[in-house]
């Protein structure tokens, strides 16, 4: 009998395939995503847009609040640590959460290295702009990716730039011969193996969320008509003036993805959404895309 | 020929998928409840079993899938699945399909840190079956009709009742499709024994 084996990390995030992940604050948030239908609920101390509004260093949640959320819901219990915290992480191993996300919405505690994260039992997700970082990322052991698109924003554009990028990479990499491989994983920055891994499936070895900018039941919707395996959705939903109908109008759009009447009755009187930002007017160094090497 | 179909309305559809093509049939996505009708056998697979039952209550599926059973078409619950299945689920007063004669335990071996690979002897099937169990559910308790196929540990994790297949792992998660093929006999099986009728 083996725990922590790649099989049973990856297997879990294929388990949550074509479903809505939902940032919460607290075990009330936590019910009322489990009761919407979120296959899993990640554990926070504020929402990524509260923590561009706070500023200052976001770190790892309180871990009574994780404790609350664990305690509240039968869904699996996510949880956010700072790039390469090494310890933040192994705290929320101990707590007994079912993934970390090892998350660019924290400020990170290491801008050269990322965690070793096949050292531990319980699986991580981590953020990717292109294929280079996506590999570089399960190369390191994560089971789980997810476009880093721009939290906290409720603007799908750099979530959509992320998807298409990685995507149309995978598919030049699977139309390239096999001598071609090695520079291409050079250029990229990218272990060779995993290219070759990606060539012979087609597609990469994880499963790959949308994350990022995900505002409404259209935005959640063209995520997976882009080629999203699911969603996560951050500040949207609690910031929404009917938290358990946007809720639930997200994980109705991300199932049935391409039945466009229903997203249109879905998306009838959900309230306004929460008030985007532009990109262009986020200074370089306000993007949490940024972070991560 | 037969055709299987495999609930989709959310979980790891696309590797029931690859496995019962594997096995040489036609393998549906089944995405709205008139798709059933076009299949002799279904697979209900791992995902949230809280997420499937929302959309299967809120896509109105809940009727059409009890006529599938009371038709007598095979039906193979993986993980979630197993607990949609099961007649009695420990802590909740109400089941999902409830068509099964079993009672199950949801994550009964732990978080997703306890979720593990294992070997298993399954009757019929093999001497050493790999399996993966994920925040998997248990079978506590078996009808006299059902047959207990395989155990972990001492717990039921396989068992069989006539038309129904359960299992806590996940089959479609390796290349070993010799599970996933059990249940596509049970498919050729049902649909011969009804033409026959």
Same mark, same amino acid.
């Given at each position: 009998m083996k725990t922590g084996t790649d099989r049973v990390k990856r297997g879990m995030a294929e388990m949550q395939k074509g479903g809505v992940i939902m940032d919460v604050v607290n075990a009330e948030q936590a019910k009322i995503a489990?009761?919407?239908?979120?296959?899993?609920?990640?554990?926070?101390?504020?929402?990524?847009?509260?923590?561009?509004a706070a500023g200052g260093v976001a770190r790892m949640a309180d871990p009574r609040i994780v404790e609350e959320v664990l305690n509240a819901v039968s869904i699996p219990v996510m949880?956010?640590?700072?790039?390469?915290?090494?310890?933040e992480a192994r705290v929320l191993e101990a707590l007994g959460v079912d993934y970390i996300d090892e998350s660019e919405v924290l400020t990170p505690a290491d801008e050269e290295f990322h965690l070793l994260k096949s050292d531990f039992t319980v699986p991580f997700v981590c953020g990717c702009r292109d294929l280079g970082e996506?590999?570089?990322? $399960?190369? =390191?052991?994560?089971?789980?990716? +997810?476009?880093?698109?721009?939290?906290?924003?409720?603007? $799908?554009? =750099?979530?959509?730039?992320?998807? +298409?990028k990685v995507n149309a990479q995978i598919r030049k990499v699977v139309s390239m011969n096999e001598d071609e491989l090695m520079t291409e994983a050079k250029l990229l920055g990218a272990p060779f193996e995993l290219l070759l891994e990606i060539k012979r499936l087609g597609r990469l070895p994880v499963v790959n969320f949308a994350a990022g900018g995900v505002a409404t039941p259209a935005d959640a919707a063209l995520m997976m008509q882009l080629g999203s395996d699911g969603v996560f959705v951050g500040s949207g939903i609690f910031k929404s003036e009917n938290p358990a109908k946007f809720a639930r109008a997200i994980v109705e759009a991300t199932t049935h993805y391409q039945d466009y009447k229903l997203i249109a009755e879905l998306s009838k009187d959900l309230g306004t959404p929460m008030k985007g930002i532009e990109i262009s007017s986020l200074a370089p160094e306000a993007r949490m895309q940024e972070r991560g090497w | 020929?037969?055709?299987?179909?495999?609930?989709?309305?959310?979980?790891?559809?696309?590797?029931?998928?690859?496995?019962?093509?594997?096995?040489?049939?036609?393998?549906?996505?089944?995405?709205?409840?008139?798709?059933?009708?076009?299949?002799?056998?279904?697979?209900?697979?791992?995902?949230?079993?809280?997420?499937?039952?929302?959309?299967?209550?809120?896509?109105?599926?809940?009727?059409?899938l009890k006529e599938f059973a009371r038709e007598g078409k095979p039906m193979f619950g993986t993980c979630a699945g197993l607990i949609l299945l099961a007649k009695n689920i420990v802590g909740y007063s109400e089941p999902h399909l409830g068509v099964m004669d079993v009672t199950v335990e949801r994550?009964?071996?732990?978080?997703?840190?306890?979720?593990?690979?294992?070997?298993?002897?399954?009757?019929d099937v093999a001497g050493g079956f790999p399996a993966v169990f994920i925040r998997a559910p248990h079978i506590v308790e078996a009808g006299e009709n059902v047959e207990i196929l395989s155990k972990h540990d001492g717990r039921i994790v396989l068992a069989r009742e006539g038309q129904f297949l359960g299992c806590s792992f996940h089959p479609e998660l390796t290349d070993d499709h010799r599970l996933t093929a059990y249940f596509v006999e049970m498919v050729k099986e049902a649909k011969s024994q009804k033409q026959a009728v």
């Open positions: 489990e009761e919407a239908g979120a296959v899993a609920v990640m554990a926070l101390e504020r929402v990524p847009s509260d923590i561009r949880a956010k640590a700072r790039i390469g915290h090494i310890v996506a590999a570089r990322r $399960i190369g =390191e052991g994560a089971s789980m990716l +997810r476009t880093k698109g721009e939290p906290g924003t409720g603007n $799908i554009v =750099e979530a959509v730039r992320h998807i +298409r | 020929m037969i055709k299987v179909g495999v609930l989709a309305l959310q979980g790891a559809v696309r590797e029931h998928i690859q496995s019962l093509e594997a096995c040489g049939v036609e393998a549906v996505a089944i995405k709205h409840k008139e798709e059933l009708k076009d299949v002799d056998g279904l697979i209900l697979p791992g995902g949230e079993s809280t997420t499937m039952r929302r959309l299967i209550d809120k896509y109105d599926f809940m009727d059409s994550n009964s071996f732990g978080r997703q840190v306890d979720s593990f690979e294992a070997d298993l002897a399954v009757k």
